[in-house]
């Protein structure tokens, strides 16, 4: 069952993770590199002047103080919380080691903030924000990385706000009313029963309510996040009036029913911004709150920080670098206006509009390899891509396959990668890069048992 290729050999029979021992198995697959900057609780989203801070305060700010906000512990988590309390089968593709992180068989990083929904409900908290790390075995480009940040959030009431004329009718009603004042279209490309339709057992009428509510809240977001920023471009433009325009699309997860993914067109491409539905009357009684109902959803940080603030490349989050940290320093919150008062605080105006200014690139360097796999065992590339993550870290830009044929008398498949060596913050040295190579190609050759051309 050695599913990973990029399993560490020789594996000791237990890692220490933050302090705690594990025992490893046939699962066991994550590598120095990532062991390495796993911390007690998420860093970038709560680091000053850090653009995923920016944007986590402008979204905490955006849903309101009714929201608690959470601030995730560990990633290390039980299958149990990140996959079955939220229905997701022993055989969907998302649990394979070729995806998912394991410290063990029961035992991964965290690949969503719906890990927590179980524990966060079970703690009785009804209205929630919480941010974490998460982690995913993926390909490598400009905006993949294997560390990303979500938040989720969440929201679920009693059968009794959920009256005519109730808390939630009220709350839907207030958020609407200053929807309609802005300039903003909204598209339901989306049947009821394309996007799971009601949960059985769901009053339908209490369930048509929680996702009013549900869209509701989720189109003041993106207006608060995008609003302005596509006025300032339209205007730039000479355009003017171009209203934003949001989209709901039906979508599946098991842990939701209906289930919508919402999008945002900016910049002239539509923009996944996050996953939400009605959550799943089994994740609520596993909490132990079994007359509650409710929505949840998952935004990704990195992908909405990159278009809103036009960062190029998803390694940029990760340096320390003073040419894009100080690109994010806040506004002085204490300007003295020209009448001599104190003018209100522009924090929460200012560094949505604020746009990076790249540095200049480095060169690149590429260098390309071709193999033979074996015939006897499975190829999957994100173990090629960690091999290349775990070597050569923050200074490959992407891996793209350029060739992929079958010899037509011996049946052997085989493939050609190009790894483009570039350096975010400095010029690379050929020495260093054709080091890295030669041992990115001894591990590819010693841990996927493949045969360079
Ligand atoms: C989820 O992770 C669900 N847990 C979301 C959810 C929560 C649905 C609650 C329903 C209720 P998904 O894998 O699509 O879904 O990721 C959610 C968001 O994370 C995406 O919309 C995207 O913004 C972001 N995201 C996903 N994969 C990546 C990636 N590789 N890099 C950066 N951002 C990503
Ligand atoms: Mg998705």
């Not at 229905?87 to 969503?112: E, K, M, Q």
């Not at 089994?282 to 920080?305: H, M, Q, S, Y």
């Amino acid at each position: 069952h050695n599913f990973s290729g990029s399993r560490v050999s020789h594996l000791p029979t237990t890692i220490t993770i933050l302090g705690k021992e594990y025992p490893t198995d046939d699962y066991t697959n994550i590598p120095d590199s990532i062991l390495s900057r796993l911390a007690p609780s998420p860093t970038l989203p709560y680091t000053s002047n850090h653009p995923l801070a920016l944007l986590r305060d402008q979204i905490e700010a955006s849903i309101g103080p009714n929201y608690t906000p959470i601030q995730a512990t560990s990633p290390v988590v039980s299958t149990e919380l990140n996959f079955d309390d939220l229905g997701i089968a022993a055989d969907h593709p998302g649990r394979s080691p070729t995806d998912t992180y394991y410290v063990n068989r029961d035992t991964c990083l965290r690949t969503h903030t719906s890990a927590h929904e179980v524990q966060t409900f079970r703690n009785k908290h009804e209205r929630w924000l919480l941010t974490a790390d998460v982690y995913r075995r993926d390909e490598i480009d400009a905006s993949h990385y294997p560390i990303f940040h979500q938040v989720e959030g969440a929201a679920i009431f009693a059968h009794e706000d959920y009256a005519p004329g109730g808390k939630v009718e009220r709350e839907c009603i207030e958020m609407e009313r200053k929807l309609a004042g802005a300039n903003f279209e909204i598209e339901d490309v989306v049947g009821l029963s394309e996007a799971g339709g009601y949960q059985s057992h769901h009053d339908p009428r209490e369930a048509a309510l929680a996702v009013r509510h549900l869209k509701a809240t989720l189109n003041g977001l993106a207006l608060d996040l995008f609003g302005e920023r596509h006025a300032f471009d339209a205007a730039q433009k000479g355009g003017g009036s171009e209203p934003l325009r949001v989209r709901w699309i039906p979508a599946f997860f098991p842990f939701t029913s209906p289930s919508y993914e919402v999008e945002v067109w900016f910049r002239g491409k539509w923009l996944e911004i996050l996953g939400s539905g009605v959550v799943q009357q089994k994740t609520l009684d596993k909490a132990g709150v079994p007359d509650r109902l409710g929505w949840a959803f998952g935004l990704g940080l990195e992908r909405i920080a990159m278009v809103l603030y036009s960062i190029p490349d998803i390694r940029l989050f990760w340096t320390k670098d003073p040419r894009f940290l100080g690109q994010f320093a806040s506004a002085p919150t204490n300007q003295v206006s020209a009448a001599g008062g104190k003018a209100p605080s522009t924090k929460a105006s200012k560094p949505k509009l604020l746009t990076f200014k790249p540095y200049s690139k480095y060169p690149p360097c590429y260098k390309d390899v071709s193999f033979w796999l074996p015939q006897e065992r499975k190829f999957h590339e994100n173990d090629l891509f960690e091999i290349v993550r775990d070597r050569v870290g923050d200074l490959v830009e992407d891996v793209v396959k350029i060739d992929d044929f079958v010899h037509p008398k011996t049946k052997k498949q085989s493939l050609c990668y190009r790894i483009n060596y570039r350096s975010m913050d400095r010029s690379l040295e050929n020495e260093e890069v054709n080091q890295l190579h030669s041992d990115v190609l001894n591990r590819l050759v010693d841990q996927l048992a493949i045969e360079i051309r």
